[in-house]
C-alpha cells in the first residue's frame, strides 16, 4: 500500500473509532474544506466536551479544555502513580516518558532528540533566551505585539548582560509577506545574534510568514526562536517546515493536554550552544535532555499528553485546522464592514485561523467583554495594549456556528447604541 493510502485508512480507522462507522461512514469522502461546515458532524465532536451551560466559551486561547476521554485518561493516570509511588518513578517513569517524546515527535516532524517535555511555552522559550552566552551590546530582536513574558525575559536579559532589544511592530493587514519580512530585516544590525518571532500572534491571531523570515535572517547570521504558543496542533506544519532554530509551544493550548505541558524543540546542532538553567553534570552538553532538569514533577501530565494526541490524531490536523479558519470566517464575515466594528485581524484568510480580535468603536475593550459577559452570556477576553484594542476572540472544536450567530447579534446590537 501506498504511504498516503495508508495514512488515509489509519485517518479513517482513528475517526471511526472517535465517533462510529456509522457516523464516519457518512462524512468520510469529504475533503476537510467540505467537512467544516457540516455542523452535525462538529456536533458529534462537541459531545466529547463537557461544557459549562452558562456561556458560550469564546476564550479557548488561554487553554483549550480536555474532551472527557483525555481527561479520564489523566485521572486514572494519577490514581495509577499514585498507587505505585516511588516504585513507578524509579522503574518506569523514564521509558514511559521516552514514550511520550516520541510519539510527540512524529507529529512535530522532528527527532526526539530534538524535542523535551516542558511545562508551557513561558519555560521553553525561557530556557532558550536565558540559555544564551550573551555578551554586553549583543542584540535581539521581536515584536511589540509578542508574548509579555517573553518580553520580560529578554529585558531581564538586557538588564543583566546589558544586550539590546530592537522592537518591531507588526501591521495588522500587511500587503505581502515581504512587507513583514523586511520590517524585521530593517531591524537587524551587524550584532543581532537572536530574532524572536510568533507564528500566530495571540492579541490578533495574525499568522506571520516565519519560513521566509527564517531565511532571510538565516542569511544575515541571525538565529530565529519562534513562538509556537498557538500555531502547534492549531496549524498544518511540522516545525523543520519552518528551518528556525529554537521553536517552544504550550500543548495545554491547541493539543488539549491537561494543563502545564509544553514542548521545546532545538535544532540538534543549536543544542551545544545553550547553557541550561538547571545544572546536570551527568548530561552531554550536546544532549537537549541537560535542559530539562526540573526535578521531580508531576508525570501524569506528561504521560496524559499521549492520550491527547490520539484524540488530536483520531480528527487530523488538515480537518481541524479547516473547521477552525471556517468558524473564524463565519462569524468575522458577518462583522466586517459593519459601522463601528473594528476588526484587528489580517483580511486575508491564510494570514488567520481560529483567532480574531474584535473592537466596537464606542466601547472600550474591557467594557466590550464585560458587556458580552453580563449581557450576552459570552466569555471573551479584552486586549488592550502593543496597538491593539479589542476583545479577542477563540473558538475551539466544539463552537457550534448557533453559538457563533448568537454572538454577531450582539456585537451588531452593541456597534449600534
Ligand atoms: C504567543 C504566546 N506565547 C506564549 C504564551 C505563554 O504560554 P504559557 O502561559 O502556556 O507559558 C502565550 C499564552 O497565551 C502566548 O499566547
Not at 475533503?31 to 463537557?50: C, G, Q, T, V, Y
Not at 513583514?180 to 510568514?209: C, K
Request: aromatic content about 8%.
Amino acid at each position: 500500500m501506498q504511504k498516503r493510502d495508508f495514512l488515509r485508512t489509519m485517518a479513517g480507522a482513528s475517526m471511526s473509532l472517535l465517533l462510529g462507522e456509522r457516523l464516519w461512514a457518512q462524512y468520510s469522502g469529504l475533503a476537510p474544506d467540505a467537512l467544516a461546515r457540516e455542523e452535525p458532524f462538529w456536533a458529534a465532536i462537541r459531545s466529547k466536551f463537557r461544557l459549562k451551560p452558562e456561556y458560550i466559551n469564546l476564550e479557548n486561547g488561554f487553554f483549550c479544555m480536555m474532551p472527557e476521554e483525555v481527561l479520564d485518561a489523566l485521572v486514572t493516570r494519577v490514581r495509577e502513580i499514585n498507587y505505585e509511588a516511588s516504585y513507578y518513578m524509579r522503574t518506569r517513569k523514564d521509558d514511559d516518558k521516552l514514550e511520550v517524546r516520541k510519539k510527540l515527535a512524529t507529529i512535530a516532524g522532528c527527532a526526539p532528540e530534538e524535542i523535551i517535555i516542558t511545562r508551557n511555552t513561558t519555560e521553553s522559550l525561557d530556557t532558550v533566551i536565558a540559555g544564551f552566552d550573551w555578551k554586553a551590546g549583543d542584540e535581539a530582536v521581536m515584536a511589540v505585539q509578542d508574548y509579555g513574558a517573553m518580553l520580560d525575559m529578554f529585558a531581564l536579559q538586557a538588564k543583566r548582560h546589558g544586550i539590546v532589544n530592537r522592537m518591531v511592530s507588526l501591521p495588522i493587514d500587511p500587503r505581502s509577506d515581504e512587507e513583514v519580512v523586511s520590517l524585521y530585516e530593517r531591524a537587524l544590525t551587524p550584532r543581532t545574534r537572536l530574532l524572536m518571532v510568533s507564528h500566530m500572534v495571540n492579541i490578533t491571531g495574525q499568522i506571520l510568514p516565519v519560513r521566509r523570515i527564517v531565511e532571510m535572517a538565516h542569511a544575515r547570521g541571525v538565529q530565529v526562536m519562534v513562538d509556537g504558543a498557538h500555531s502547534f496542533a492549531h496549524l498544518d506544519f511540522r516545525i523543520p517546515d519552518l528551518a528556525c532554530d529554537y521553536f517552544g509551544a504550550s500543548l495545554h493550548k491547541w493539543l488539549g493536554t491537561p494543563l502545564g505541558a509544553g514542548l521545546l524543540y532545538v535544532r540538534s546542532d543549536r543544542i551545544a550552544g545553550l547553557w541550561p538553567i538547571y545544572g546536570d553534570m551527568g548530561v552531554a552538553d550536546t544532549d537537549i535532555r541537560k535542559l530539562n532538569h526540573t526535578g521531580t514533577h508531576p508525570v501524569h501530565t506528561d504521560l496524559a499528553i499521549q492520550n491527547a494526541i490520539a484524540f488530536h490524531e483520531g480528527i487530523g490536523i488538515p480537518r481541524k485546522e479547516a473547521r477552525l479558519r471556517y468558524l473564524q470566517n463565519y462569524w468575522t464575515g458577518k462583522v466586517r464592514g459593519t459601522p463601528n466594528i473594528v476588526l484587528n485581524t489580517p483580511t486575508d484568510p491564510r494570514r488567520s485561523c481560529a483567532i480574531a480580535n474584535v473592537g466596537v468603536a464606542t466601547m472600550k475593550p474591557a467594557d466590550l467583554s464585560k458587556t458580552l459577559l453580563e449581557k450576552y452570556k459570552v466569555w471573551t477576553v479584552a486586549i488592550d495594549g502593543a496597538e491593539v484594542h479589542g476583545a479577542r476572540i477563540t473558538p475551539h472544536l466544539y463552537t457550534s456556528t448557533a453559538e457563533l450567530d448568537t454572538f454577531v447579534r450582539a456585537l451588531k446590537e452593541l456597534a449600534r447604541a
